[in-house]
């Protein structure tokens, strides 16, 4: 019985988790035929195999025809559009803030990305900085969330109480006031079903749902991402 000889390392090659057994199983299957053609026929064989493996071409390929070439341009096209469509109106959108009705938390005229997607897994929420269609005059707006579906919203003496607590709100410039647009101290306000009270965080120069009311669900876009 013929010993078996070790198999060959070869440094900086690895061959995977079973690498010895994997070359072993390989070797021994390869070495059982060759040793056998040898025995048989000898190496008069061996070179007719060779010259039968040489002789052997592949079939050539035409190459693509032009219509061919057309159609898969076109397709490659549409599908780029078609990717930009679904990801720009359901997933992300730059936007452009214009207007200081956000100041200090966003900057006039600086981009910043919209999260279409976020509102399909979860409902908005207080505090989120969204995109609406404004009530008055359907033009696109950035507010920020102050109360969701079920809040009762509460100004008075400058103040903003939700749910009988007054507001911390610490993205606002240290002493802003929130006073009503309707000329009266006081404004109650208590969001329905799918309702929102939003705010600008420039309170003295925000038209929002001091001046609007309250925004339906349909009407916000997405959250602004910061």
């Known amino acids: 019985m013929v010993p078996r000889a070790p198999h060959p390392y070869r440094p900086g090659v690895r061959l995977g988790v079973f690498p010895n057994c994997i070359v072993l199983i390989l070797c021994e299957y390869c070495r059982r035929p060759m040793s056998a053609e040898l025995s048989e026929s000898g190496p008069g064989s061996i070179a007719a195999g060779k010259g039968l493996v040489s ?3 592949k079939p ?11 159609y898969q341009f076109l397709s490659i096209g549409a599908l780029a559009m078609a990717s ?3 990801i720009s109106h359901f997933v992300l959108q730059s936007v452009q803030v214009v207007g200081e009705s956000m100041v200090p938390t966003l900057q006039d005229s600086e981009h910043y990305l919209l999260n279409r997607w976020i509102y399909v897994v979860r409902t908005p929420r207080r505090s989120d900085v969204v995109v609406i269609r404004d009530p008055l005059d359907n033009s696109y ?6 109360g969701a579906a079920g809040d ?4 008075r003496g400058g103040n903003v109480y939700v749910n009988g607590r007054i507001l ?3 993205y606002l410039s240290r002493g802003t006031p929130t006073y009503t647009y309707s000329g009266v101290k006081e404004q109650l306000i208590k969001c329905g079903s799918n309702e929102y009270f939003v705010l600008g965080d420039n309170r003295k120069n925000s038209t929002d749902s001091r001046t609007y009311g309250l925004v339906s669900r349909d009407r916000i ?3 602004l991402m910061r």
């Open 60 to 70: 050539a390929r035409n190459p693509p025809s032009f219509l061919q070439q057309v």
């Open 141 to 146: 707006a950035v507010k920020r969330i102050i």
């Open 55 to 57: 002789g052997a071409t």
């Open 152 to 155: 009762l919203v509460y100004l």
């Open 168 to 170: 911390q709100e610490p």
């Open 221 to 223: 876009l997405g959250m």
């Open 84 to 86: 930009y469509f679904v």
